[in-house]
């Protein structure tokens, strides 16, 4: 039986990460020992709260927007995000010299959107229960003439996200599992592209919150599920429906996916900040919500993790850490 070729390689990871080189940060790896004594297994926390931008999604954006000819940057570059791929389109074409123009919900928190329009991008708004933000990125495009570079439904997207994984790999050696967070599935197809690539007999786990369990439903039907607009605090995976693209390389490359509650995902953050030392928006602590409350499995070992972002504003995160709400 003939096996179709995954649409992104460990080639287009490593090349992916020669353009990166320079423009992206080398993101710092944690460790700590009281972690590892509540997980019971060795875990280096890959930070991408430090990344440009805050979070991973300038990997990408990057990767796809520096490959765009010059009359594609003359007339801009269009996306459609909840905050961190925003903010990613909109550095990238800063760096590269260019214009964007981003369709973001009305709900998306403050701090993401006041950064977007910060890096210079216009900003157009929808309605995120009501609208179809793909559909109303690409009548945009089309009718300004501009290139769209979507969220994670892209192979220069997807490789350009793996390249946390291999750096990950590279800084601390084999890893016996790779946790990570699912949103519409780019960061996870990366990943595990990366690190499947690289050692076959890693596991690679998604988390997902228990409200948009879209992907982990979709990996078990064998197609595409689309569940209700997720109302969660992790606002980065309010996805209902996983990406064409990635669940192509998701269901051949992942082994299992854990959802987390909201509950949990605060109880991350507060550790996150009392025991680390670092901010975390509830996206980037789904993973660690995971190992923490033993929704992923009884992992041992030495397991990475993916902290994907720490984009929220001091406001929010005060007010989800003490109360909850």
């Known amino acids: 039986m003939t096996t179709t070729p995954l649409p992104v390689t460990l080639d287009d990871v490593r090349d992916a990460a020669d353009r990166i080189k320079g423009v992206a940060h080398r993101t710092p790896v944690l460790h700590s020992r009281t972690l590892d004594a509540l997980v019971g ?43 961190n791929h925003a903010q990613a389109v909109a550095l990238a074409a800063r760096e590269l ?63 350009g996200q793996g390249t946390a994984a291999l750096e990950l790999l590279e800084e601390v050696g084999e890893l016996d599992a790779l946790v990570v967070p699912v949103g519409g599935g780019g960061l996870i197809a990366g990943s595990a592209t990366a690190a499947k690539g690289l050692l076959p007999g890693i596991r690679v786990i998604g988390v997902e919150p228990e409200a948009g369990d879209d992907t982990k439903r979709s990996l078990e039907a064998g197609h595409r599920v689309t569940v209700p607009v997720p109302r969660t605090i992790a606002d980065g995976q309010a996805i209902d429906t996983p990406g064409e693209l990635t669940f192509s390389v998701n269901r051949r490359l992942v082994d299992d996916i854990a959802l987390v509650g909201d509950d949990e995902i605060r109880d991350a953050m507060r550790f996150a900040f009392e025991r680390l030392k ?48």
Request: glycine residues 12%.
């Open 41 to 83: 297994a060795e875990v280096h926390l890959k930070c991408e709260n430090y990344q440009r931008v805050g979070a991973f999604k300038f990997r990408g954006a990057y990767n796809a927007a520096s490959r765009l000819g010059p009359e594609q940057l003359a007339r801009g570059i269009a996306a459609y995000s909840s905050g």
């Open 97 to 159: 010299g260019t214009r964007a123009v981003i369709v973001m919900p009305e709900d998306t928190p403050r701090s993401k959107r006041e950064a977007t329009a910060g890096y210079g991008a216009e900003i157009v708004t929808y309605d995120r229960y009501t609208g179809d933000r793909a559909a109303i990125a690409q009548a945009l495009a089309e009718e300004r003439g501009l290139t769209l570079i979507p969220p994670y439904e892209h192979p220069h997207v997807i490789a």
């Open 278 to 325: 670092t901010v975390i928006e509830p996206s980037g602590a789904s993973p660690l919500a995971a190992l923490l409350a033993g929704r992923a499995g009884r992992l041992t070992g030495r397991i990475g993790v993916i902290v994907s972002g720490g984009n929220i504003d001091a406001e929010r995160f005060a007010r989800l850490c003490a109360t909850g709400t």
